[in-house]
């Protein structure tokens, strides 16, 4: 079956901003989020608020198609200070 006439239709994208804190004991911990973003620009202006009270703050994207359990690979948008390794 071809998709030929079909309206190309956008691949969903799942957007993500993450912040980080230091415990007692020095390691990272997950102080806010994630959350989901409905746009990459929203998604960046949200880290850059978050990057002066936190430790760390990123904010990614991916094409996701959730139903299917794909997932496409991240793509940082914004990083500020300490953050894990994404994997």
Same mark, same amino acid.
């Given at each position: 079956?071809?998709?030929?006439?079909?309206?190309?239709?956008?691949?969903?994208?799942? !957007?993500?901003?993450?912040?980080?804190?230091?415990?007692? /004991?020095?390691?990272?911990?997950?102080?806010?989020?994630?959350?989901?973003?409905?746009?990459?620009?929203?998604? !960046?202006?949200?880290?850059?608020?978050?990057?002066?009270?936190?430790?760390?703050? !990123?904010?990614?994207?991916? /094409?996701?198609?959730?139903?299917?359990?794909?997932?496409?690979?991240?793509?940082?948008?914004?990083?500020?200070?300490?953050?894990?390794?994404?994997?």
């Amino acid at each position: 079956m071809s998709d030929h006439g079909r309206p190309s239709q956008k691949k969903p994208k799942l !957007i993500v901003v993450v912040a980080f804190d230091r415990g007692e /004991d020095g390691e990272l911990f997950t102080a806010y989020g994630p959350t989901d973003q409905q746009s990459e620009e929203r998604a !960046i202006r949200m880290a850059k608020a978050l990057a002066s009270t936190h430790v760390g703050v !990123i904010a990614w994207s991916r /094409d996701a198609d959730p139903a299917l359990g794909d997932y496409g690979p991240p793509t940082t948008l914004f990083v500020s200070g300490d953050v894990p390794d994404m994997e």
